[in-house]
């Protein structure tokens, strides 16, 4: 498509984004699957996504809560076979907004960056504001003041080597899965209930009075289900880090999509099953039931593994939403002082002020209520997965068609189904995050029109590295 990929012109002005003799920066390809996997893994945060998110779906659909994130597993599968072709076909820092951009044009490239710069900027301050409840048996820290100190905390982290970093949260993500395994041993070992219950939507007041669950309340939950294993989808934005792309982006994406859906489901259920009443699994307080199976002792322990699994998941994110940002310097978004800025490399190889530019606004948003940038990221991943589906149905045509990568099945089946259902998804969502999400894409789409498009022979210029392009 001659509006989409194309290499940078000479007459454009030089970048810190680029070498000397003009080509693109490439980030050093130092990751195999396992590294890339950890770290992704890591972004996934299961345990992060458990202790934080889940209690929040427990709180408004009891024990319909495993067969709502089941439900978007499902969706989650659909999806990541339109992430495995389109990210082995276009290995680009970029991530989403390069494989579509590349395939269905530079403005639809354009409104998939702005879901993704949405859900890379708020979903780190999402979980870091649950550090201070899992800190409580140690230390009271209000959660916002807490958050702010992850965030700045994984923002130097995310100045350091990647490789280091990789192993860093490899050990983190070890004491994840711990957390995670005793939660489920406990809650398997004081069964209340049948697995039948998990089929039954059931929720309780604090008063103990009962009221069923039924579809329209699984269905308004969905982008917080989605958003539960979201982190799967971060494996491209590593594709120009993992050694031979074209077989590992699908690999690592897969792998921890299969991970992530075990880690969080299996204790999921074990809660369910092993929670005392129906009031107690409503309010959604894990530590409670933790400490009610066995003994303080034990769910202290369970909780600072929680606190240091939040502080992992900020790391990650933060190290992986900075490619974002290098790459849309790299192709030349904003303008050109910003786009300098953003492609700057660090002695480590990392994109420091790309960095910097995740981490602190970040720690800001600790201190906006998280209700809401909970729901405003659950809009933004429905869409951005909506739009990825999109790209996917252009991903065997002109060039494209014979190129090497790997293909999904049941093309273009999945591509269609997986439109319409997050299409319907997106009109149960909460109405005031909508609207929020919708005012951003507004104005982005302003900004495409005002300033990027009257200079797109210079300006959003998607590029890919000269050994990846198809």
């Not at 994840?176 to 069964?191: D, R, Y």
């Not at 002695?347 to 909970?374: E, H, I, K, Q, Y």
């Not at 990221?377 to 065997?396: C, D, N």
């Not at 109405?431 to 300033?451: D, F, P, Q, R």
Request: glycine share 8%; net charge neutral.
């Amino acid at each position: 498509m001659t509006d989409t990929l194309r290499p940078p012109l000479a007459a454009a002005p030089t970048t810190a984004a680029e070498s000397l003799d003009g080509a693109p920066t490439k980030l050093s390809r130092s990751l195999g699957v396992v590294g890339g996997t950890l770290l992704t893994l890591s972004c996934v945060t299961p345990a992060s996504s458990l202790f934080v998110i889940v209690p929040s779906l427990f709180n408004s659909l009891g024990t319909a809560t495993a067969l709502t994130i089941g439900i978007g597993a499902l969706i989650c599968v659909a999806v990541a076979f339109c992430y495995s072709e389109l990210g082995t076909l276009v290995p680009s820092a970029g991530g989403e907004y390069a494989m579509v951009g590349t395939l269905a044009g530079r403005f639809t490239g354009w409104l998939v960056f702005i879901q993704s710069l949405i859900v890379v900027m708020i979903v780190p301050s999402v979980i870091a504001l649950g550090t201070a409840d899992y800190l409580a048996p140690i230390v009271h820290i209000d959660p916002a003041v807490a958050g702010a100190g992850v965030m700045l905390a994984a923002t130097v982290a995310g100045l350091l080597d990647l490789r280091a970093n990789a192993w860093i949260t490899g050990i983190f993500l070890v004491l994840e899965v711990i957390a995670a395994a005793v939660v489920s041993f406990l809650g398997f070992a004081h069964t209340e209930r049948g697995l039948g219950s998990l089929l039954h939507g059931v929720s309780a007041d604090a008063s103990g009075a009962t009221s069923p669950v039924g579809m329209a309340a699984i269905l308004a939950a969905m982008g917080t289900a989605l958003f539960v294993t979201q982190g799967f989808s971060t494996a491209i934005y590593l594709s120009e880090e993992l050694e031979d792309p074209r077989r590992n982006v699908a690999r690592t994406v897969l792998w921890t999509l299969a991970l992530s859906v075990v880690v969080i489901m299996v204790p999921v259920v074990a809660i369910t099953m092993g929670a005392p009443d129906l009031a107690t699994l409503t309010a959604g307080d894990i530590s409670g039931m933790v400490v009610g199976w066995s003994n303080s002792a034990l769910g202290t322990f369970i909780s600072l593994c929680i606190a240091l699994a939040i502080i992992n998941a900020g790391i990650v994110m933060v190290i992986q939403n900075s490619r974002v940002l290098f790459a849309s310097g790299r192709d030349r978004a904003w303008p050109e002082s910003v786009n300098r800025a953003f492609g700057t490399l660090n002695r480590f190889s990392a994109p420091w002020v790309s960095t910097l530019a995740v981490g602190v606004p970040g720690a800001v948003l600790c201190f906006v209520p998280n209700t809401l940038l909970t729901n405003i990221t659950g809009v933004a991943v429905a869409a951005l997965y909506l739009l990825v589906a999109v790209a996917a149905l252009f991903s065997r045509r002109a060039q494209h068609k014979d190129a090497p990568a790997w293909r999904q099945p049941l093309w273009p089946v999945l591509p269609v189904l997986l439109i319409a259902a997050l299409g319907y998804v997106l009109t149960q969502l909460d109405v005031t995050a909508l609207l929020w999400t919708g005012a951003i894409t507004v104005a982005a789409s302003l900004y495409w029109v005002c300033y990027l498009r009257p200079r797109q022979d210079t300006h959003w210029v998607i590029t890919l590295p000269e050994d990846e392009r198809v």
